[in-house]
């Protein structure tokens, strides 16, 4: 099985096979970024995503993972689209607001089970850059370096924010638990 990088390396010498395969191997990842972030229009921004690494394969330069890569061009995207959604003026901090603030909805409705309608709401309280951080290291299996390259924040501060939301999340979670009794 081929490396990302190699995928990476043929599919800019021309082979796109290569090119297909390299993408459809993190297709359900991007795929399950989106869906727990937005109400609607998850496939258009998985293509966008995918698009933007088509015309921006050349300006990789390998410092990261590929799939470091493709997390954070689907960061900046969904912060551009929740930014659209919110039709406002002011600035957003998304190391403060959670989805719930913004008003979108996740997907929660489709919960299988309560626990993990009770994660996902736990989740959605969040500020999202907190929210991006369990994903992607939770979900995903990227390290706190990766996970910093995707946000643009060292990897200390990922470590802090992981365990602040951890901590915001057992909090959330006991609480749901009081309240169902």
Not at 48 to 58: G, H
Not at 72 to 82: C, F, P, Q
Not at 140 to 145: P, Q, R, S, Y
Not at 146 to 168: D, K, M, W, Y
Request: aromatic share 8%; hydrophobic share 40%.
């Amino acid at each position: 099985m081929s490396s990302d990088f190699e995928l990476l390396d043929r599919w800019r010498g021309g082979d796109e096979e290569a090119g297909d395969q390299l993408l459809g191997r993190h297709f359900d990842s991007l795929c399950r970024f989106f869906r727990n972030k937005v109400q609607s229009g998850v496939d258009d921004l998985v293509q966008s995503t995918l698009l933007r690494c088509v015309e921006k394969r050349d300006q990789f330069r390998q410092a990261s993972s590929f799939r470091t890569y493709l997390f954070a061009i689907a960061r900046n995207l969904l912060y551009d689209e929740l930014r659209k959604a919110r039709r406002s003026p002011e600035a957003l901090d998304f190391s403060q607001v959670s989805l719930r603030d913004l008003g979108t909805s996740p997907s929660l409705a489709a919960a299988r089970n309560e626990r993990k309608g009770a994660l996902l709401n736990a989740l959605a309280e969040l500020p999202l850059e907190f929210q991006l951080v369990v994903e992607l290291t939770y979900w995903e299996g990227l390290n706190a370096t990766e996970v910093g390259e995707v946000l643009g924040v060292p990897s200390n501060t990922v470590r802090s924010r992981l365990s602040r939301a951890r901590r915001s999340l057992d909090t959330h979670l006991a609480e749901l638990e009081v309240d169902e009794r």
